[in-house]
């Protein structure tokens, strides 16, 4: 259990994919401006992330290992996060389709979304079991959810704020991507090892 919280904690915040390993960081710049599309991308992100953890460890464990294709490997690896971002780009559209307006191009960019490849690779190099690598899916789908409504909150709050001339729109959402990447690179070293 203790191991399982390390994993979840370790992947959502101390190795943080977008502030800590800058995974994912189009849709952190470009979906972050209104904190509703900042949930729904994030929380289609995490689904996208835990859907595909799964698949691709098992079809890599008992499809391409056991007839020793694993040459085969990230090309069906993309084939299958292409397949999941699919089935829930048409469930957001039929559920919500406000959000689905809302997300624009970037819910088809979850493809192409380095993410979630990063992961299935991740979870491939650490040899992670099934459950640990649905750990670390979840774990690295809420730390991006979390960063991303963060640093949407703040957005919106910027754009009412007094800020300089030099520094408004894009290159104070720089500034502040890079305070909040020095703070979470901060929690280094809390969980004994880089996981």
Known sequence: ???????????????????????????????????????????????????????????????????????????????IIATAVQVVEIVIKRLSYDLYNALGIYLPLITTNCIVLGLVLLNNTLKHSLLNSFIYALGAGCGFTLVLTMFAAIRERLAISNVPAPFKGTAIALITAGLMSLAFMGFAGFTGSAV
Request: some cysteine.
């Open 1 to 79: 259990m203790i191991e399982a919280l390390i994993l979840f904690f370790s992947a959502a915040i101390v190795n943080n994919f977008v502030l800590v390993r800058f995974l994912g960081l189009c849709p952190f710049i470009g979906v972050s401006s209104q904190l509703s599309a900042a949930v729904g991308m994030g929380g289609a992100t995490t689904f996208v992330l835990v859907l595909t953890a799964i698949c691709c460890y098992m079809v890599n464990s008992y499809v391409l290992m056991p007839l020793d294709l694993l040459s085969w490997v990230l090309i069906v690896d993309i084939v």
